[in-house]
């Protein structure tokens, strides 16, 4: 990006932010008025969309990059605030198979997910990637539109 380290350490805990902001309002919203399968879908969109738009971005700019890392991570944060509160509404303490299965996802996911970007940047450029993250979470779309709302 071409940015000094300092700026980036700054953009870093910017785009942060949004975990610390929205995860417990985003909970108690799914909770009484819109429910998690419409926030999910929304988070989805709000992360493929800004996700997307990180490929146009060719300026080293702190505060634009700043802006569009933290409009991702409000999607982020939305899809996984509200993926944990579905699947525990649809879970008992008796399904362990299936929590612990759902507790690996996340470790096995920093595993196979530089091992997959490595394959992809042998064929083609670094920004691409912004590309097809955004494409990678908007697959996701689909499936939770097929949700059952548990409101």
Known sequence: ???????IGIMLFIMLVPYLLIEIPSGLL???KLGEKEMLIA???????????????????LVLWSAAMFVSRIGASLVNTMSEVYFFKKVSGSNTDI???FRLMRPLSIVVAPLFVSAFLL???FHTLWLLL???MATAIPAALRLRDTL
Request: glycine residues 8%.
């Open 123 to 125: 064929s083609a450029p």
């Open 99 to 101: 929590i612990t299965g």
């Open 134 to 136: 955004a494409v990678l």
């Open 30 to 32: 799914a909770d009484k």
């Open 1 to 7: 990006m071409g940015m000094p380290w300092e700026h």
């Open 43 to 61: 988070g989805l969109v709000i992360t493929s969309l800004s996700t997307a738009a990180l490929f146009f971005i060719s300026t080293p700019s």
